[in-house]
């Protein structure tokens, strides 16, 4: 199955998803789904702010001696951004509403990562 057929699951499976985005550390998106969305902002957009913490907050723990960072968690009055760092260059990002079910968004991006790790190889 291919990463964006990955995504696109993602987004159908997760009441409240918004979108789903594949992309690097850097912050330049590989593929992006969007779900629906009432919100009248960019979540695609916020996902590509928040890789940038994300590659803040992995320094930050190696510097701590801390381990790996598996899972980022943002929450704002407006979204929810679940952030999966899949390699040293790449992560995935499910952003969704406030009310969504953010267990099941954490739970299928965490086995759904191993699939995607399998596409970028």
């Known amino acids: 199955m291919a990463f964006r057929e990955l995504i696109e699951r ?3 499976e997760v009441p409240g998803a918004v979108n ?3 992309l690097g550390f850097d912050g330049i998106a590989i593929d992006s789904v969007d ?3 009432t919100l009248g902002l960019s979540a695609g957009d916020a996902t590509i702010e928040f890789a940038h ?13 801390a381990g790996n960072v598996d899972e980022v968690c943002i929450r704002s009055e407006k979204l929810v951004t679940l952030l999966r760092p899949l390699t040293s260059e ?5 952003t969704m509403l406030p ?8 739970y299928l991006l965490r086995t759904t990562a ?5 596409e970028l190889s």
């Open 10 to 12: 993602l987004v159908q």
């Open 114 to 118: 191993p699939k995607l790790l399998q």
């Open 35 to 37: 779900g629906k969305s």
């Open 53 to 65: 913490l994300v590659g803040q907050i992995r320094r930050a723990a190696e510097g701590l001696a």
């Open 90 to 94: 790449y992560l995935v990002a499910l």
């Open 99 to 106: 009310g969504g079910l953010v267990a099941k968004g954490r």
């Open 20 to 22: 789903c985005t594949l």
